[in-house]
């Protein structure tokens, strides 16, 4: 698979028309350009692979099929109208995920913990619950504020089962997800430069991933799990 630096607006075009035309019928008259049009963005994933592979371990790219599982949601299009494409670290000491999202006018990438099991989740939670200081100091940094913004994701009402809801770090105990998301202008994806924003922004994360595989690799009182 040869390595893609851009993605081009001929993607984006396909993709709003599929939107217009989301069916059987066309999705097959069309396939070839699809097919054209998914083997260049799988190639840009790859570069995105490559970049990530310079600064950090990663050990698989899987980009996501167009076909959407209709079984259990009221919608029955069949297609969905974006890429996807995620990229996992390597092993058990290296914790959290990237995800890139191209779509026209709902681009954006994703970072972080967004589907954690009870057992991390709940380390996660003990930690903030017994000091929330170190956290708080890294994803407050400037560094990675000014691309990420706040903390996201989904959250329980009140507080979690066991945990004090008077807790001075319950909005961050209450946390289900633990994620960090960055929205793109279809201008910033089409540029030639976009490559190099995906990487930066990648980049900057990494003393959160730091940290949180620290966390999760460690009991409370700091010892190895692994």
């Given amino acids: 698979m040869a390595a893609h630096n851009t993605i081009s607006k001929e993607v984006f075009d396909f993709l709003k028309q599929l939107e217009k035309n989301n069916n059987k019928e066309w ?11 998914e083997t260049a963005v799988k190639g840009f994933y790859e570069a995105v692979k490559d970049k990530l592979n310079h600064h950090d371990e990663i050990e698989k790219m899987k980009m996501f099929r167009i076909y959407r599982d209709v079984r259990f949601s009221k919608d029955k299009t069949p297609y969905k109208t974006h890429f996807g494409g995620s990229f996992s670290r390597l092993g058990s000491h290296l914790r959290g995920g990237y995800y890139l999202h191209l779509k026209p006018g709902g681009s954006f990438l994703a970072t972080g913990f967004w589907d954690p099991n009870k057992e991390d989740l709940f380390r996660i939670r003990k930690e903030l619950e017994m000091d929330a200081s170190e956290f708080r100091e890294v994803i407050g940094q400037k560094s ?83």
């Fill in 144 to 226: 990675l504020k000014s691309i990420w913004g706040d903390l996201k994701g989904d959250t329980v009402k009140t507080a979690p089962k066991g945990f004090d809801r008077e807790h001075p770090d319950i909005d961050l105990i209450k946390h289900k997800q633990y994620v960090f998301v960055r929205d793109l202008t279809d201008k910033e994806v089409l540029s030639d430069s976009f490559l190099e924003e995906v990487d930066q922004s990648y980049r900057a994360i990494r003393p959160y991933f730091d940290l949180m595989s620290d966390v999760l690799t460690t009991n409370l009182n700091g010892e190895s799990i692994l």
């Fill in 27 to 37: 999705f097959e008259a069309n396939k070839k350009i699809f097919k054209k049009h």
